[in-house]
């Protein structure tokens, strides 16, 4: 079985600093692509970054320049730095990995069960 959890969420003040971390563990062979998407109340959820198992990265605008994504493959771990904090940041922060696992098949999708992260003004 194979399991995706998440950590650091909490309440930052604007213009303050928060680190996610993402691990999956269980019986995994390999991860491809892992990323961050976030939920507003009331709206979409939405993809904020993503890294290859080779370290490309893609962003999505409103936080290009504020939020860098990185991996340790060798813990199958995902983080997000998030720096510039702003209230529109605020939401459920999920971490989902492209994962094969030792029972064979294809990769497919895993989600972790999200993180609140709140930004007051």
């Known amino acids: 079985q194979v399991q995706v959890v998440e950590s650091g969420g909490g309440l930052v003040q604007a213009g303050g600093s928060l680190r996610l971390s993402c691990a999956a563990s269980?019986?995994?062979?390999?991860?491809?692509?892992m990323g961050w998407y976030r939920q507003a109340p009331g709206k979409q959820r939405e993809l904020v970054a993503t890294?290859?198992?080779?370290?490309?990265?893609t962003y999505v605008d409103s936080v290009k320049g504020r939020f860098t994504i990185s991996r340790d493959n060798a813990k199958n771990t995902v983080y997000l730095q998030m720096n510039s904090l702003k209230p529109e940041d605020t939401a459920v922060y999920y971490c989902?990995?492209?994962?094969?696992?030792?029972?064979?098949?294809?990769?497919?999708?895993?989600w972790g069960q999200g993180t609140q992260v709140t930004v007051s003004s």
């Open positions: 890294i290859t198992s080779g370290g490309s990265t």
């Open positions: 269980g019986s995994i062979f390999s991860i491809n692509a």
């Open positions: 989902n990995a492209d994962i094969q696992s030792m029972r064979g098949g294809p990769a497919r999708p895993r």
